[in-house]
Structures are given as structure tokens and as C-alpha cells.
């Protein structure tokens, strides 16, 4: 028998888990650990609540969860409630799969102005994550202005910009569909500091875009590179640069009739912001790209901006006792394998890339390391010995079928049209489960 102790029941975790079942089959446990009383990470607090069918894959996840030799192990902080030595000791194989849940800090003056954020307490906030919930951005300004040029920027315009028709079918929380039924944001700049050839929006989520009730995006004209260098970018890319292209085709007649627009401010640095206390302004700086890079101009210009979202890519968090590439911002590990018996997963191997679908290879991948580490199992008490320590420390470990009960009653208090209201708050989920 092996014992895997995976930490994270996002993607990366619950893909690992499914590879070590089709690895070892009955002849493997794995424990899927969460700090949160309800699994899935990324998928739950993460994708876009207006995305409704990247969530569903968590289907896949369930019937994983479901099966005997795996099993969720939620509200266990790993690194508080237990040590990552202490699941050594316990454990075959210790899988981290934490994800990057910490946003890149937006090195500027001023980033510490009030109604200043980054994507992940930004999103957390529509998405329900307890530790964002409460984040009250004040919306009853005219532009936000969102840095960076990739899918959570995008996600972050779109969600500024819909209506509350659009949100039907969506799980966006509560109390952020109110906030933003009410929001006075009419302008949306979505800020790169290169150009259109090096945006990291991909084709479909782009060209949603184009098809707001309310909302329409605005490009200049003037910052598009030549139509014949688009044949050298790779086919994605392509794609996508030609919905920036039909963006910037759009007449300005359109715009009469619009009521939120979001412009693409390409060749655009940002410098400082400025303001009382909070955010009113954004200073960029105007810049040229040379072999790829980003270079200053010394132009500099002004942008009023009531709201900033940073959107510039995500860090893994430290766990104690366990080896971290501070510039990389993710686990110090060689192809996932950490040391023998320690292992990464995901984005806290790889860094904030790829799909969700990324993360099912990583997963196989880590598990043959694992395979060449561990051969028959290396005799470790596994689940049964951290059952032990859990009873002894008090831990209040929510199960699986906690979860399912937590879920039931997420659907049952849902809007109309909702799939679900979640519960952004550790002791209602708690709660909820003795219901
Ligand atoms: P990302 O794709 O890496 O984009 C980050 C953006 O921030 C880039 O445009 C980058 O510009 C910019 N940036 C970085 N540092 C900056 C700075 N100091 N100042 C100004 N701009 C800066 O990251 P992401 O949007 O966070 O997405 C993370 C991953 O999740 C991606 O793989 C993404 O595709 C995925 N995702 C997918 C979906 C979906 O499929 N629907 C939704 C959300 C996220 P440079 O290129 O110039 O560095």
C-alpha cells in the first residue's frame, strides 16, 4: 500500500489523485487536503463565475472524490494545523498543490492607495472567497482602470462591464451582483505595456468581448502593428490579434449607444497612482517595444481611475520547512520533485500558466516521479496516523459527504437561475453542514 497526501483539491490535487489511481488502483490511498471547508480551489474561487462550463469539469473531480481509496480532508491548514515534516512522517508521498493564490505585487508608488487591488482579492471578492469576501471595492466611480493584458484582466473588464441579465445562469456572489448593479463605472481601460502582438488574452475569451449587451471594446487604430505581421505570430495569438483587429474597426457611431466602454490602452507602463487617501489617477508611462521588451519613452501621461485592478500574474505562498525559489515565486523543485517523498503540482510547480486542462499531465507526470521514489510504499502509517494526530490537536475535519451537504444547501438558497449562492464565510459553511 502507498499513502499520498495531496495539499490543494484544485485542479493540479484532484488530477494528481486520479493519476495515482490509475496508477496503483487498489493498492494506493490518497488524502486530498484543503484549508477551506469546500474543494475544488481555483475552480470554486478562481474561474469566472460567468464561466459556468470550465467549472463543470469538477464533475470529473467529484467522481474522484467519490471512489474508496480517495478521500477530502477540508478545513486543515497545513502549516498551522499540522506541519508539512509532520506529513512526511505520515505520509509516502506529500504533493503540493497550492496553487498561486497571492497576486505579484504591483511595484508602483501609491499601490497602497485605498480602492487599489490585485486579481486575486479582486476576483475572490465576485467569487466568494472567505478571505475576500468582505473586500467592499467602492464602484460609485467613473474608470477602473485593469493592469495587465491575460484572461484574468479580460475576466476582470467583463465582469465590470455586464448587466445583470448577463449574470443569469452565472454563480457570481451575491452581494457582488448587487455592488455591481449599482456601480457608476462607465469606462473600463484595460492597460498593457506592450502591444497588441503581445497580449496573453486568448481567442474565445477575447472575442466575448465583442458581444456584451451594454459594453463594447475600443481600440485605436493607430497601435496595431502591420496586418502582413500577423502571419509570423502562432495560431492562437493570430486569432486573437484579429479580434483586436475587429475591435479597432468598430465605427465610432457605435459608441453613441453604449454605456461602458473598454478601451485597450496598449504601449502603456504603469508609473504611479496617485490620490487622497484613495485612487483617482494612474500615470503611465508610454513605451516602445524593441526585440520583445518594453522600453520607456519618458512620455507620460494621465489616466483618471476611481478603480485598479492589478491583473499581472499570480505567486505561489511559502509553506514552512519547505524549499522556495523567491524570484520564480513557486517551490524550488526539479521537474515537480521537490526531494524524495516532496513533491509540486500545478501552478506551484510550474507558475501561473496554461488551462486547467494544463494540470491534468503535471499530475500524471508527478506521479511517475513519485513512482521512482516510493516503488512498493516505504511502510508509513498514512491516513490512519494523521487520523490520530487530527483527533488529538481537535481538528475539525470537514469530509466529503460534509461537503456534498454544504453544496446542497449552496443550491437550495440559489437565485432564480442560479446554479448556486455560496457560502463565503468558514463558519456558515461550517454550520451548514450539520443542517
Ligand atoms: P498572464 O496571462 O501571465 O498575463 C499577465 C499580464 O500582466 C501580461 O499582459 C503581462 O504583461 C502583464 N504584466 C506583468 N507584470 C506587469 C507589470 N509589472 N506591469 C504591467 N503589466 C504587467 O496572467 P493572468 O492573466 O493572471 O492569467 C494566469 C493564467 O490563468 C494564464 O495562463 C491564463 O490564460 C489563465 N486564465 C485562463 C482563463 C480562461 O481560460 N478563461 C481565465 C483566467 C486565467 P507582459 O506580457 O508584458 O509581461
Not at 475576466?155 to 451582483?177: C, M, N, P, Y
Request: contains cysteine; charged residues 25%; proline residues 6%.
Amino acid at each position: 500500500m502507498r499513502h499520498i497526501a495531496i495539499i490543494g483539491s484544485g485542479p493540479a490535487g484532484y488530477y494528481t489523485a486520479e493519476a495515482a489511481q490509475k496508477q496503483w488502483g487498489d493498492e494506493v490511498k490518497v488524502d486530498v487536503f484543503d484549508m477551506l471547508p469546500v474543494p475544488y480551489g481555483l475552480i470554486r474561487t478562481g474561474v469566472a463565475p460567468d464561466h459556468q462550463s470550465i467549472k463543470g469539469v469538477s464533475k470529473r473531480y467529484e467522481g474522484t472524490a467519490l471512489s474508496d481509496n480517495v478521500r477530502f480532508v477540508g478545513n486543515v491548514h497545513i502549516g498551522s494545523d499540522v506541519t508539512v515534516p509532520e506529513l512526511q512522517g505520515l505520509y509516502d508521498a506529500v504533493v503540493l498543490a497550492t496553487g498561486a493564490p497571492n497576486d505579484r505585487p504591483l511595484d508602483i508608488p501609491g499601490s497602497d492607495l485605498a480602492n487599489v487591488f490585485g486579481s486575486a482579492a479582486f476576483v475572490g471578492w465576485y467569487n466568494g472567497h472567505p478571505q475576500f469576501a468582505g473586500l467592499a471595492p467602492d464602484l460609485s466611480g467613473h474608470t477602473a482602470v485593469v493592469i495587465g493584458m491575460g484572461n484574468v484582466a479580460l475576466d476582470v473588464a467583463r465582469i465590470l462591464s455586464k448587466t445583470e441579465g448577463e449574470f443569469t445562469g452565472s454563480d457570481i456572489v451575491g452581494h457582488a451582483l448587487y455592488a455591481l448593479m449599482a456601480s457608476k463605472i462607465r469606462r473600463v481601460v484595460i492597460v498593457g505595456r506592450r502591444g497588441p502582438h503581445q497580449i496573453m488574452m486568448t481567442p474565445k475569451e477575447l472575442g466575448e468581448l465583442g458581444h456584451l449587451a451594454r459594453a463594447a471594446p475600443r481600440v485605436d487604430p493607430a497601435d496595431l502593428p502591420e496586418l502582413g505581421d500577423d502571419a509570423l505570430l502562432e495560431p492562437g495569438l493570430r486569432k486573437s490579434v484579429t479580434h483586436i483587429r475587429s475591435f479597432a474597426a468598430i465605427p465610432e457611431s457605435h459608441f453613441a449607444d453604449v454605456e461602458v466602454e473598454v478601451e485597450f490602452d496598449f504601449f502603456a507602463a504603469p508609473h504611479a497612482l496617485t490620490g487622497d487617501g484613495a485612487v483617482e489617477a494612474i500615470e503611465l508611462e508610454r513605451t516602445a517595444v524593441q526585440a520583445g521588451r518594453a522600453i520607456g519613452t519618458g512620455e507620460f501621461y494621465t489616466v483618471p481611475a476611481s478603480l485598479v485592478v492589478s491583473c499581472i500574474g499570480y505567486q505561489t505562498s511559502p509553506i514552512p520547512d519547505v524549499p522556495f525559489d523567491e524570484r520564480a515565486g513557486k517551490f524550488a523543485n526539479d521537474e515537480g520533485r521537490i526531494l524524495p517523498g516532496l513533491y509540486c503540482v500545478g501552478w506551484a510547480r510550474r507558475g501561473p500558466s496554461g488551462t486547467i486542462g494544463t494540470n491534468r499531465p503535471d499530475g500524471f507526470s508527478v506521479v511517475e516521479k513519485i513512482v521512482a521514489d516510493i516503488g512498493a510504499g516505504t511502510g508509513k502509517r498514512g491516513r490512519a496516523g494523521f487520523d490520530e494526530l487530527a483527533a488529538a490537536r481537535s481538528l475539525d475535519v470537514v469530509t466529503f459527504r460534509d461537503w456534498k451537504k454544504i453544496e446542497a444547501q449552496e443550491e437550495s438558497r440559489a437565485r432564480v437561475g442560479a446554479p448556486r449562492e455560496k457560502f463565503v464565510d468558514v463558519g456558515e459553511m461550517i454550520r451548514a453542514r450539520e443542517d
